[in-house]
């Protein structure tokens, strides 16, 4: 359940219900006319709705450093060839300046927990990307042909790039 719900009704809105989440507020738009027991009944709709979204979007990898490593396999055998794997991998508080590290030498992988809420495709592509690493080391034209490896590698950096900009964080590359 979202801690806070906001209710906007309006007099141009006449059948449909919508909501979205703005941080950790979920707004439901209601149109004016709607009973006391019809808003109460939308915004328990909408909460329900959102929640499933929510779970459906988000990588099961999020549950857990095993779940994690378990994804980490999963990708290395889909997109290198099973010729990356890491000696562990685990979620780390969230870093300053990174999304994810790798330590190739040691064959560590660390994930920043700010991606804990990103959709399961970009935490892919944050893994994909840094199991690269394991293989090749600098950001040069084999590396990124691994990572290209990925179908939605540009989509992922853009969606990165925005969430950096949109929370000012200052994270653009990954390591």
Partial sequence: MHKKVEVRRSA???RTVSAYLDGDTM???IPARMTS???EYWVAEMQRKLSRSRSRR???ARQSD????QRCRELSAQYLDGRALPASVRWVPPMRTRWAFCTPAEGTIRVSSKLG???????????VHELAHLLVAA????FWE???RYPRTERAIGYLEGLSAAAGLGLIELD
Avoid: F, G
Avoid at 66 to 69: F, P, W
Avoid at 139 to 142: K, P, R
């Fill in 12 to 14: 141009r809105r006449k």
């Fill in 27 to 29: 707004i439901v738009l």
């Fill in 37 to 39: 027991a019809e808003e």
């Fill in 58 to 60: 988000l990588s099961p």
């Fill in 66 to 69: 095993e779940a994690l490593m």
């Fill in 117 to 127: 809420d990103v959709p399961a495709w970009v935490l892919d592509y944050v893994l």
């Fill in 139 to 142: 950001h040069n034209e084999q």
């Fill in 146 to 148: 691994l990572c290209s």
